[in-house]
Nanobody, 111 residues
Framework: QVQVVESGGGLVQPGESLRLSCTASGSIFSPYTMDWYRQAPGKERELVAGGNANYADSVKGRFAIIKLNAKNTVYLQMNNLKPEDTAVYYC?????????WGPGTQVTVSS
């Protein structure tokens, strides 16, 4: 089993920055990838930043994924946040045969 935990969410104003963190623990096997997804109210979950440094068009140039492989940790640095970035952000740990989701962390961008 693998436990995935996100943290760092909160309420920020438009234009501000936030850094989310995600750590996986337990039966960690390499190779693995950790991705960031988000789900806004009434919308489907979408990929925001992949472990291979692929980004949704809506966040390119504003978000960056930072990996600390030695600590099974991945960060999502979010700059110039917009109200449309409001969502629950989820971390996904995956290997070729398994998927583990974290419980999510809420990010709200509002003035």
């Amino acid at each position: 089993q693998v436990q995935v935990v996100e943290s760092g969410g909160g309420l920020v104003q438009p234009g501000e920055s936030l850094r989310l963190s995600c750590t996986a623990s337990g039966s960690i096997f390499s190779p693995y990838t950790m991705d960031w997804y988000r789900q806004a109210p009434g919308k489907e979950r979408e990929l925001v930043a992949g472990g291979n440094a692929n980004y949704a068009d809506s966040v390119k140039g504003r978000f960056a994924i930072i990996k600390l492989n030695a600590k099974n940790t991945v960060y999502l640095q979010m700059n110039n946040l917009k109200p449309e970035d409001t969502a629950v952000y989820y971390c996904l740990y995956r290997t070729s045969s398994t998927l583990y989701w974290g419980p999510g962390t809420q990010v709200t961008v509002s003035s």
